[in-house]
């Protein structure tokens, strides 16, 4: 809060996502409000109620229009603190630019995926129309004065050169973008590269989760524009306009996630959940994710299955607890990772499950978020293995509810946060299934004081490196940026 409100120096911050802190949905006849339970709203949300200001978002709860007086709301509602200001969407443009071109281009492309990935010129112009009347409404809530505009992530791939054009340039704009940046070849896929590009350069600073996706993104400037990229300030030049482009590595409020496993509520979800599923003489493995198919939960359950046939001692000694969570569901490709993932679950424990074992529990109900940090909490280890992931937050999650230290991270080596992570979690390529059955058994069989020593190290690192840091990070390099002094080339 002190590094956003130092940068600001009183300027209107204006922070643009596609999901909103706060949305009103009906119970029966009355209006209730659901505010932010977790994930990247709800640790924005403190930080703007602190310095005040605009946050512009897709009005998506039932009954948000109805509680909307021209567009805006302040909140919380009990002690309002800032504006949300809602962008209202049609069918066919949540179509077009949610479910077309930012997840079935620009989610599959920068995941590597291209073979997933479609790029209908329909869903582009949905995306561009969009993008537009977000970048508008930023405008309007500026109020003329030259404000810090703050782009949340792949959604807004157009709008800060749209808010640049209208604004000029002593606006301050700055993008978190939340996924990989791949390859400049794998980025060429993409017929819209230039435009994106254009799109993403009106910024001042733009922020990536680690120095190689950076890097990346300077490849692929240089591959595809004429621009002037500066290794050493990492900053792309056009005419006058700079653009830095900088790592912050995203991290979760862990100090609450530490909390949430020390409550009652973790305590006694716990009790009753291994009861149900006989975990308590078991050890316990656990998967929590969105079911997308870059977190390779299928590749995941192939080597659960490989480790179940070539360890039979493991067999009723072991339980492996997958949580997944419904996700962009209109889409083809994530109801087949929902069957895939079903179908496989039902193979493995009708293969080993016996009367009083079942190999695998597989959950897709609501949790509140100190159940899942209790979940974690007596987790023997936890499994991530996506094939691509910008960070990969389940990773913390699972360090920072790990009170006992006891657990083992096993971490895929293609999610972001290996890069942090890498020294004290159990590092696997996902693609290589024998290795991840071996990886099962090397952290079921780990001595104590190893798994306490690597644990301790992952804690100290998640607790550190928490996302208020990761906010704090990003206006100090603003206030370099803007202000140089002479630390400027190291901004
Ligand atoms: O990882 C990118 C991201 O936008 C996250 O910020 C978010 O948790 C996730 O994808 C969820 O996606 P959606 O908003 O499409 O449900």
């Known amino acids: 809060t002190d590094a956003a409100a ?37 640790a924005l949300d403190p930080v703007i109620q602190t310095v005040g200001g605009t946050w512009v978002a897709w009005g998506s709860g039932e009954a948000d229009r109805v509680v909307a007086d021209d567009d805006v709301v302040e909140v919380p509602p009990e002690d309002p ?34 073979t997933r990935a479609t790029f209908s010129r329909d869903d582009w112009k949905c995306y561009r129309e969009v993008n537009e009347l977000f970048a508008e409404a930023a405008v309007e809530a500026c109020d003329d004065a030259d404000p810090v505009i703050w782009f949340q992530d792949y959604h807004f791939g157009l709008a800060p050169q749209m808010a640049r054009e209208r604004l000029g ?43 190689a996706y950076c890097q990346h993104f300077l490849d692929t400037v240089e591959a ?11 900053c792309v030049r056009q005419n006058d306009r700079r653009t830095y482009v900088r790592p912050f590595r995203i991290g979760i409020d862990a100090d609450a996630q530490a909390a949430a496993a020390d409550t009652d509520e973790a305590a006694s979800f716990w009790e009753t959940f291994a009861d149900a599923h006989g975990l308590e003489d078991r050890r316990v493995g656990v998967g929590v994710d969105r079911l997308d198919y870059t977190k390779g939960i299928v590749e995941r359950l ?32 994530y109801r087949k990772v ?47 293995t996506s094939l691509r992931d910008g960070m990969n937050l389940v990773a913390k999650e699972f360090a920072a509810a790990q009170l006992d230290t006891t657990g083992v991270l096993v971490l895929s080596e293609l999610a972001g946060a290996s890069d942090e992570l890498g020294d004290d979690a159990v590092l696997i390529h996902p693609s290589d299934t024998p290795a991840v ?3 099962i058994e090397r952290a079921l069989s780990m001595p104590a004081d190893e798994r306490e020593r690597r644990m301790r190290g992952l804690r100290e690192q998640v607790l550190d ?14 206030e370099r940026i803007e202000r140089p002094g002479p630390e400027q080339e190291s901004a």
């Not at 435009?195 to 733009?206: I, Y």
């Open 6 to 42: 130092s940068f600001l120096d009183g300027r209107r911050l204006v922070v643009m996502s596609n999901r909103q802190p706060y949305s009103h949905e009906y119970d029966g006849d009355e209006v209730v409000v659901n505010r932010p339970a977790g994930g990247l709203t709800a």
């Open 81 to 114: 603190a800032y504006d949300l200001r809602r962008v209202w969407l049609d069918e066919e443009q949540v179509d077009g630019y949610y479910y077309g071109y930012s997840n079935q281009a620009l989610w599959p492309l920068s995941h590597s995926d291209t």
């Open 169 to 211: 340039e002593d606006a301050f704009l700055m993008q978190f973008w939340h996924l990989p940046w791949t390859g400049w070849d794998v980025f060429r896929a993409c017929p819209q590269a230039e435009q994106l590009l254009d799109g993403l350069l009106a910024n001042d600073l733009l922020g990536f989760h680690t120095a």
């Open 224 to 234: 595809t524009t004429d621009y002037d990229v500066d290794r050493g300030t990492r």
């Open 302 to 333: 192939e080597a659960l299955e490989q480790f179940f046939e070539t360890r039979p001692e493991w067999r009723g000694e072991f339980t492996f607890v997958q949580k997944g969570s419904e996700s962009r569901s209109r889409i083809p490709a």
């Open 338 to 384: 929902q069957e895939r993932v079903e179908a496989k679950v039902a193979d493995i424990n009708s293969r080993f499950g016996t009367t009083d074992w079942q190999p695998i529990v597989y959950t897709t109900e609501m949790l509140s978020g100190e159940a899942l940090a209790g979940l974690y909490r007596h987790a023997d280890l936890c499994l991530v």
């Open 437 to 439: 059955a071996d990886a």
């Open 465 to 478: 490196a928490d996302v208020y840091e990761w906010i704090a990070s990003q206006f100090r390099t603003a």
